[in-house]
């Protein structure tokens, strides 16, 4: 799916959602993301969103919202928000904003899903 400059590939793995971000997570992106991404966990019972920031470019407070907005959104089940694939500059970005003591930081998907005890299928 592509929402204003963001490119996002969505996968769902049993209760896993797994979003594949490309270009920029900023107020132009968020608002159409959140609406789509929140029908995903409640539509299939999503207690892991695993984000994968290898491709991001850009993440402004709005991205940083949508992340924590999800946070909640899981948390009520008991689920959780892992994120993967940070450049330099977003594991800056996530360190300032608090997200690295509410989310898991791996460096990988494959890490994140072995974590959970997921089988690994190859893209």
Do not use: P, T, W
């Amino acid at each position: 799916m592509i929402i204003l400059g963001l490119n996002v590939g969505v996968y769902v793995k049993r209760n896993i959602l797994i979003l594949r971000l490309k270009g920029d997570l900023d107020e132009a992106s968020v608002s159409d993301l959140r609406q789509r991404i929140s029908k995903y966990i409640d539509d299939y019972h999503i207690m892991h969103l695993i984000i994968n920031m290898q491709a991001l470019d850009f993440m402004d407070s709005s991205g940083i919202g949508f992340i924590i907005g999800r946070f909640h959104q899981l948390k009520k089940n008991r689920g959780e928000v892992s994120l993967c694939g940070l450049s330099s500059k977003m594991e800056k970005i996530i360190s300032i904003s608090g997200l690295s003591k509410i989310c898991l930081i791996r460096e990988s998907e494959q890490a994140i899903l072995l974590s959970l005890g997921e089988k690994i299928n190859e893209k």
